[in-house]
């Protein structure tokens, strides 16, 4: 039994491959959290509740004057507000009087063998026999809120994962002001908070800070997880390295508002929230109703932040990601976006298929500016009917043309946006995100519609599928280039207005799940203006996502280093642009690490670059079966060593190893080491450009010797070693 529950000491004991999580009932029906960290044989955690130092500043549990235990110090397994706890509080409940304090008691539970999929919600998924779920039901006895915490633990994987649902079991309605998705306590505060900021075009920095007394969070406010911070945490004890220690890493499944909140009390004891973030959110729950969190994917190792990567690769690999693409070689694309931005029709795009047959590419996507009027951005989203002065005779005789030159076609849309000048706004002014009495902001002279709507969402699908369904069309780019303004609804009352951020992810999730379902041939590619909705959530609808508009070789380390922290490589949308600043060879070597394609125009290349490019691609195909299910070593991070970056893939097997490393700047020294890792010591591989043979050992412990190998500005190589 994964979860147990032991009944005399009334203790939860719920243990992953690695990993146990402990909590317990107080024979009130308050829930204390024990313990989250490696595997223990044992559950003798009572004692672990004393915190000592009483005072009369720390409320008693009512009843409960001469315990030792005070909600404003013991451990709680979800804390609420207003009752005596004053850290975070992971719900608060306004009940039809108007307070807010709430208090939740342990009524029963249930473990089941099946994962109960979330209510709207993408989530991560079991298979047969491999997870084992607690439900705990707990009641806010006043309020008559019953809230049910869920937990999921993975038998062959450390990772366990938390959501929450409050349903209104009372005659009056009541208002959710927080529910966030998990709630971990973790003693001691000898914690590094590593995150993932950014902005557009320089999404997904790692950086990390000590915990330190009082609050440290990261958020959302965007309507969309957003460019600027991913819902990703991970909390790893001072000294951990990439390849040791302890660290847990939190990501929640989530693409919209989000916070991620900690806290460190004068006890030196961490309290970590992680959910919707309670800023402009609330949620009325009329009696009868129910509302589900968001779920939070936790992963705890103590072999390092990369064990700590590869956990949650394998995990989204397998139970994330659903799309059929998902464990094939994508397509290699050539993309018109940087090739010709708005200025393109259909002659232009059918030389680039042209050209792009020659040397091997895929598939053409034909990017923005197809529609309505569009020749710019300013106008005709909303409006997804093709514009036949653009494509002379139609989209279906573009694909015909493109699919004669070999390749196949793929096309981009905006679904959630709209263009004030767009005959669907002139039709329906109502439809976009607004509030009464206040223009709306534009954004890249845009508005976004209102996704909340069943109306809404039926236009856009109708429209969206008549021409998917009516044309041999392969692959979707589903962009998002702005964020949410003005975030009112015209069909919600006043009292459901703070609703609609969350409503509007849920239209959004809605919306992806009928297209994934009516179009499942279709390759999705996520895309928020670059990497700027990089989140599990799009994840679960679409195997890739857009990283960047950033296409810089150079730049695009960091950025695929940071994305590599939580989401595995096969989702990372990277291609070879024409960005000249570094060799085409090293611009393809780090798009290689990712879905791989090109975003330029391929009659400027030269005959050598062509060359190169048909090479480029012969390489792609022979090394994606193990970049895609190769576990990752990051060996050298950009924002670690100014001057040179490295990485490796090692295929399951331990058989086949690819490793590449750029020169991000002229280094000082020319001699360069590089230690591999993950190999088997025993092994002998050969390197398979110079016929040496080394054994795995040798390759970890001693190096390769790159040594003026790569030395210039933008150089890079890449080595493949294959066991014998
Ligand atoms: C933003 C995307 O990131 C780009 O790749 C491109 O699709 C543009 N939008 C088109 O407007």
Same mark, same amino acid.
């Given at each position: 039994?994964?979860?147990?529950?032991?009944?005399?000491?009334?203790?939860?004991?719920?243990?992953?491959?690695?990993?146990?999580? $402990?909590?317990?009932?107080?024979?009130?029906?308050?829930?204390?959290?024990?313990?989250?960290?490696?595997?223990?044989?044992?559950?003798?955690?009572?004692?672990?509740?004393?915190?000592?130092?009483?005072?009369?500043?720390?409320?008693?549990?009512?009843?409960?004057?001469?315990?030792?235990?005070?909600?404003?110090?013991?451990?709680?397994?979800?804390?609420?507000?207003?009752? !005596?706890?004053?850290?975070?509080? $992971?719900?608060?409940?306004?009940?039809?009087?108007?307070?807010?304090?709430?208090?939740?008691?342990?009524?029963?539970?249930?473990?089941?063998?099946?994962?109960?999929?979330?209510?709207?919600?993408?989530?991560?998924?079991?298979?047969?026999?491999?997870?084992?779920?607690?439900?705990?039901?707990?009641?806010?006895?006043?309020?008559?809120? /019953?809230?049910?915490?869920?937990?999921?633990?993975?038998?062959?994987?450390?990772?366990?994962?938390?959501?929450?649902?409050?349903?209104?079991?009372?005659?009056?309605?009541?208002?959710?002001?927080? &529910?966030?998705?998990?709630?971990?306590?973790?003693?001691?505060?000898?914690?590094?908070? &590593?995150?993932?900021?950014?902005?557009?075009?320089?999404?997904?920095?790692?950086?990390?800070?000590?915990?330190?007394?009082?609050?440290?969070?990261?958020?959302?406010?965007?309507?969309?997880?957003?460019?600027?911070?991913?819902?990703?945490?991970?909390? %790893?004890?001072?000294?951990?390295?990439?390849?040791?220690?302890?660290?847990?890493?939190?990501?929640?499944?989530?693409? #919209?508002?989000?916070?991620?909140?900690?806290?460190? =009390?004068?006890?030196?004891?961490?309290?970590?929230?992680?959910?919707?973030?309670?800023?402009?959110?609330?949620?009325?729950?009329?009696?009868?109703?129910?509302?589900?969190?968001?779920?939070?994917?936790?992963?705890?190792?103590?072999?390092?932040? !990369?064990?700590?990567?590869?956990?949650?690769?394998?995990?989204?690999?397998?139970?994330?990601? %659903?799309?059929?693409?998902?464990?094939?070689?994508?397509?290699?694309?050539?993309?018109?976006?940087?090739?010709?931005?708005?200025?393109?029709?259909?002659?232009?795009?059918?030389?680039?298929?042209?050209?792009?047959? %020659?040397?091997?590419? =895929?598939?053409?996507?034909?990017?923005?500016?197809?529609?309505?009027?569009?020749?710019?951005?300013?106008?005709?989203? #909303?409006?997804?009917? &093709?514009?036949?002065?653009?494509? *002379?005779?139609?989209?279906?005789?573009?694909?015909?043309?493109?699919?004669?030159?070999?390749?196949?076609?793929?096309?981009?849309?905006?679904?959630?946006?709209?263009?004030?000048?767009?005959?669907?706004?002139?039709?329906?002014?109502?439809?976009?995100?607004?509030? *009464? #009495?206040?223009?709306?902001?534009?954004?890249?002279?845009?508005?976004?519609?209102?996704?909340?709507?069943?109306?809404?969402? =039926?236009?856009?699908?109708?429209?969206?599928?008549? &021409?998917?369904?009516?044309?041999?069309?392969?692959?979707?780019?589903?962009?998002?280039?702005?964020?949410?303004?003005?975030?009112?609804?015209?069909?919600?009352?006043?009292?459901?207005?703070?609703?609609?951020?969350?409503?509007?992810?849920?239209?959004?999730?809605?919306?992806?799940?009928?297209?994934?379902?009516?179009?499942?041939?279709?390759?999705?590619?996520?895309?928020?203006?670059?990497?700027?909705?990089?989140?599990?959530?799009?994840?679960?609808?679409?195997?890739?996502?857009?990283?960047?508009?950033?296409?810089?070789?150079?730049?695009?380390?960091?950025?695929?280093?940071?994305?590599?922290?939580?989401?595995?490589?096969?989702?990372?949308?990277?291609? /070879?642009?024409?960005?000249?600043?570094?060799?085409?060879?090293?611009?393809?070597?780090?798009?290689?690490?990712?879905?791989?394609?090109?975003?330029?125009?391929?009659? *400027?290349?030269?005959?050598?670059?062509?060359?190169?490019?048909?090479?480029?691609?012969?390489?792609?195909?022979?090394?994606?079966?193990?970049?895609?299910?190769?576990?990752?070593?990051?060996?050298?991070?950009?924002?670690?060593?100014?001057?040179?970056?490295?990485?490796?893939?090692?295929?399951?097997?331990?058989?086949?190893?690819?490793?590449?490393?750029?020169?991000?700047?002229?280094?000082?020294?020319?001699?360069?080491?590089?230690?591999?890792?993950?190999?088997?010591?025993?092994?002998?591989?050969?390197?398979?450009?110079?016929?040496?043979?080394?054994?795995?050992?040798?390759?970890?412990?001693?190096?390769?010797?790159?040594?003026?190998?790569?030395?210039?500005?933008?150089?890079?190589?890449? %080595?493949?070693?294959?066991?014998?």
């Amino acid at each position: 039994m994964a979860i147990s529950f032991d009944a005399s000491k009334k203790i939860f004991k719920l243990d992953t491959s690695d990993t146990t999580y $402990a909590l317990a009932v107080h024979e009130a029906g308050y829930l204390f959290h024990l313990y989250y960290g490696p595997y223990l044989p044992d559950n003798n955690l009572l004692p672990m509740l004393f915190r000592g130092g009483f005072a009369s500043f720390h409320p008693n549990y009512p009843n409960y004057v001469n315990t030792p235990y005070s909600p404003d110090i013991t451990p709680s397994e979800y804390s609420c507000n207003g009752t !005596g706890d004053f850290r975070i509080s $992971a719900l608060q409940i306004r009940n039809v009087n108007g307070d807010i304090s709430t208090d939740i008691r342990y009524v029963s539970h249930r473990i089941l063998t099946e994962k109960p999929a979330l209510c709207g919600l993408p989530s991560l998924r079991s298979e047969a026999g491999d997870t084992e779920t607690l439900e705990i039901t707990a009641r806010d006895h006043t309020t008559g809120a /019953v809230v049910k915490l869920y937990y999921t633990v993975y038998l062959q994987l450390p990772v366990m994962t938390r959501s929450v649902v409050v349903e209104n079991d009372s005659q009056y309605p009541m208002d959710l002001e927080r &529910v966030y998705s998990t709630c971990l306590e973790l003693p001691g505060m000898d914690y590094d908070m &590593v995150h993932l900021y950014g902005q557009w075009f320089k999404e997904r920095t790692v950086t990390e800070r000590p915990l330190a007394h009082g609050m440290q969070s990261i958020q959302s406010k965007r309507g969309s997880s957003s460019h600027n911070h991913n819902p990703f945490v991970a909390l %790893k004890q001072h000294g951990t390295t990439e390849e040791n220690g302890p660290v847990y890493g939190i990501n929640l499944i989530y693409s #919209g508002n989000f916070a991620i909140d900690i806290e460190v =009390d004068a006890r030196n004891t961490a309290r970590v929230l992680a959910g919707i973030n309670p800023t402009d959110f609330n949620w009325h729950l009329e009696p009868g109703e129910s509302f589900t969190s968001p779920e939070a994917v936790m992963v705890f190792t103590d072999k390092g932040v !990369g064990e700590m990567s590869r956990i949650f690769h394998r995990t989204y690999m397998k139970h994330l990601i %659903k799309s059929p693409w998902r464990d094939v070689e994508r397509p290699v694309l050539i993309n018109s976006w940087e090739a010709a931005y708005f200025d393109f029709d259909d002659d232009k795009l059918v030389a680039f298929a042209h050209e792009a047959a %020659k040397m091997g590419v =895929d598939m053409l996507v034909m990017d923005d500016g197809w529609f309505g009027v569009r020749n710019l951005d300013n106008c005709s989203l #909303g409006d997804w009917y &093709v514009n036949e002065k653009k494509l *002379k005779g139609g989209l279906s005789k573009l694909i015909e043309r493109v699919n004669a030159e070999g390749l196949k076609f793929g096309i981009w849309y905006e679904p959630e946006m709209i263009s004030p000048d767009s005959d669907l706004y002139r039709a329906h002014p109502d439809w976009c995100l607004h509030v *009464k #009495g206040r223009e709306n902001s534009p954004a890249r002279l845009q508005y976004v519609l209102d996704m909340s709507r069943e109306d809404v969402r =039926d236009n856009i699908f109708n429209q969206m599928s008549a &021409v998917l369904a009516n044309n041999k069309i392969d692959y979707v780019k589903w962009d998002f280039n702005r964020n949410l303004t003005e975030a009112g609804s015209a069909l919600l009352p006043a009292n459901r207005q703070k609703e609609i951020m969350h409503r509007f992810v849920l239209g959004t999730y809605d919306l992806m799940n009928r297209f994934v379902t009516a179009f499942p041939h279709i390759l999705f590619e996520n895309c928020s203006g670059g990497g700027g909705r990089f989140d599990p959530g799009m994840l679960y609808y679409s195997p890739q996502i857009w990283c960047s508009d950033n296409t810089d070789a150079i730049e695009r380390l960091t950025i695929q280093f940071g994305s590599s922290m939580c989401y595995p490589v096969s989702t990372f949308g990277a291609h /070879v642009a024409a960005r000249p600043r570094t060799p085409l060879s090293t611009r393809a070597n780090v798009a290689m690490c990712g879905t791989f394609g090109y975003e330029l125009d391929p009659r *400027k290349l030269t005959e050598d670059e062509k060359e190169q490019v048909r090479a480029q691609i012969a390489d792609y195909r022979k090394y994606n079966k193990l970049i895609r299910e190769g576990d990752l070593y990051r060996l050298i991070a950009p924002t670690e060593d100014h001057f040179r970056c490295a990485w490796q893939f090692v295929s399951p097997d331990k058989q086949e190893a690819l490793v590449t490393s750029v020169i991000m700047r002229r280094p000082e020294t020319a001699y360069f080491m590089l230690k591999l890792r993950g190999l088997d010591p025993n092994k002998m591989y050969t390197d398979t450009a110079t016929g040496e043979v080394y054994s795995g050992a040798l390759l970890m412990y001693a190096g390769i010797n790159l040594t003026e190998q790569i030395y210039d500005d933008g150089e890079s190589i890449v %080595k493949y070693f294959k066991a014998e």
